[in-house]
């Protein structure tokens, strides 16, 4: 019932600015948790950024400084704003969803690729 599509990926090369987007198909209103994930060839998912229904934000340390969170209640979307992009961020980028139901809800994922 829940759909979540991720979109503004692509290639780029090192120091470039890159905002991806997640749409859900329901309102976001009384969410717990919207976040970031990413994963890495041959690693695996991990956090990039998080935000409360509150507004407060948790970023990994290897993105503090660089990339911004950020929500839209009345589109119902959640956006990263990725500055200074590094070759380590190449990863695919999830989007999550958690309404505090026993299973939250997870987007397709969208490609970011940074070259040197």
């Known amino acids: 019932q829940v759909q979540l599509v991720e979109s503004g990926g692509g290639s780029i090369q090192s120091g470039g600015s890159l905002r991806i987007s997640c749409v859900s198909s329901?309102?976001?209103?009384?969410?717990?948790?919207m976040g970031w994930y990413r994963q890495g060839s041959g690693k695996q998912r991990e956090l990039v950024a998080e935000i409360t229904g509150g507004g407060s934000t948790n970023y990994a340390d290897s993105v503090k400084g660089r990339f911004t969170i950020s929500r839209d209640s009345a589109e119902n979307s959640l956006d990263l704003q990725m500055n200074d992009l590094k070759v380590e961020d190449t990863a695919v980028y999830y989007c999550k969803i958690d309404f505090g139901t026993t299973t939250p809800f997870w987007g397709q994922g969208t490609q970011v690729t940074v070259s040197s």
């Open positions: 329901v309102r976001i209103f009384g969410f717990l948790s």
